[in-house]
């Protein structure tokens, strides 16, 4: 069974920084071609914030591009998102996604608190 966990936020002041991890269990996680990071702030619609694809690199939503950054560690079945240069219209709960045979996984978000 795929289970997706993520952790690392919390409340920062604007300007500060944040690492959000997404922990994947029951996958071989460097076998996962695509690996998502999605917000959702409070009554507001889910929105892509990046992307890691094997082979073929790294996207990000025009809103974050220059200050997030993801990546991974295979060893330990891990994505991150570093968060720079926080402001608060970034506050929301951060969710990682994965697509693996037809199925989509979502952890249940991690919430990150920015204050001005």
């Known amino acids: 069974q795929v289970q997706l966990v993520e952790s690392g936020g919390g409340l920062v002041q604007a300007g500060g920084s944040l690492r959000l991890s997404c922990a994947a269990s029951?996958?071989?996680?460097?076998?996962?071609?695509?690996m998502d990071w999605y917000r959702q702030a409070p009554g507001k619609q889910r929105d892509f914030v990046a992307r890691?694809?094997?082979?073929?690199?790294?996207y990000y939503a025009n809103s974050v591009k220059g200050r997030f950054t993801v990546s991974t560690d295979d060893a330990k079945n891990t994505l991150y998102l570093q968060m720079n240069s926080l402001q608060p219209e970034d506050t929301a709960v951060y969710l990682c996604?994965?697509?693996?045979?037809?199925?989509?996984?979502w952890g249940q978000g991690t919430q990150v608190t920015v204050s001005s």
């Open positions: 996604k994965m697509d693996l045979k037809g199925t989509t996984y």
């Open positions: 029951g996958v071989i996680f460097s076998s996962v071609s695509q």
């Open positions: 890691l694809a094997r082979n073929l690199g790294t």
